[in-house]
């Protein structure tokens, strides 16, 4: 069995030493420029953990496990596009560092690379491969979707926000889960039993990166705090605010999500004092809690040995201990 850091490390001896043989050069420099970032890469790492639940080989599908790390990073450059982002992982974003139409040439140009990556799995299982594939970058497109819309309207529901981060989110680390399992020829009950894990840890990841985009420390996550707030996301905090905040809390939140004009660390200043006052903050606690808590409960249902788990459940426990 291998461990999550020696995955890691084997997934970023593989994307740091990809090649890129193809010209011209202005297209291809962003793609190197966004994987050398390097991330957790949680998604490969999950489908290689998947993978050994059943095979001791989890480096002989190093090329489709980070297919899916080419194309979250594909979805997260066009993403910081669309919310004029400064920082991702510390660093300038594409269309900051480049412009725009960069952003979107080289970020289309990620997404073809992904699927050709994935192709390179097994020809015997590359048909349920690419239809997972493809089903969950789909989906993924509409949870953005949804979040864009969301921004527009003052009564999303917390079930439709749940609905839109499984999409966004959640799909993505139960394809990894489930073509892992698929790769190793897992029985299909195992294999979608993890699916259904990576779903449900997929919301409580989330959940804990709205949280961390409010209350996290910048050097640690990575990107500025408070975008959310500055964009008026309906996360499950804004959501919950309106929800439980009192007439004059609920009068002042609408001052904020409706105001044009405002200094930004004053907006963030606000709005956070308002969700302490509410107590957002354990609440949100609370319902990551919850989704982790259940995602357990799915794990103990997949048929191989516990002693096997050890590794996943190690590295699962690990990114829901991030430094708020």
């Known amino acids: 069995m291998y461990s999550s850091n020696q995955i890691l490390e084997q997934v970023n001896h593989y994307i740091d030493h990809l090649a890129y043989d193809r010209r011209p050069e202005s297209l291809y420099e962003p793609i190197r420029y966004v994987l050398s970032l390097g991330g957790k890469r949680i998604r490969p790492v999950l489908m290689l953990l998947a993978y050994n639940l059943y095979k001791d080989d989890p480096l002989s599908i190093l090329s489709s496990a980070c297919a899916l790390e080419t194309y979250h990073n594909y979805t997260l450059l066009h993403d910081d596009l669309m919310d004029n982002a400064d920082l991702r992982r510390g660093h ?91 790769l190793a020829d897992a029985p299909e009950a195992d294999a979608q039993r993890l699916y259904d894990y990576g779903e449900k840890f997929g919301l409580a990841f989330q959940l804990q990166d709205d949280y961390l985009d409010v209350y996290g420390d910048t050097k640690v996550f990575g990107k500025a705090i408070g975008g959310d707030i500055l964009c008026n996301k309906k996360t499950y905090m804004l959501i919950n605010a309106f929800n439980l905040a009192t007439p004059a809390q609920r009068e002042q939140l609408m001052h904020w999500v409706s105001r044009r004009d405002y200094d930004p660390q004053e907006k963030i200043a606000a709005v956070t004092a308002l969700y302490n006052e509410i107590g957002i903050d354990r609440l949100a606690k609370e319902k990551i809690r919850y989704y982790f808590e259940e995602s357990k409960k799915v794990l103990t249902s997949v048929n191989v040995p516990e002693a096997r788990k050890a590794q996943l459940i190690a590295y699962t426990d690990e990114m829901m201990q991030r430094e708020y």
């Open 92 to 182: 300038q974003t594409v269309h900051k560092r480049w412009d725009a139409n960069t952003a979107i040439l080289s970020g289309d140009s990620m997404l073809v690379l992904a699927y050709e990556r994935m192709a390179q799995c097994d020809p015997a299982k590359l048909k349920p491969v690419l239809d997972l594939f493809t089903e969950t970058a789909l989906e993924i497109g509409e949870g953005q979707q949804y979040d864009m819309d969301f921004e527009q309207r003052q009564d999303v529901t917390e079930e439709e926000y749940i609905e839109m981060i499984r999409l966004k989110t959640s799909v993505l680390l139960a394809c990894a889960m489930k073509i892992g399992a698929i």
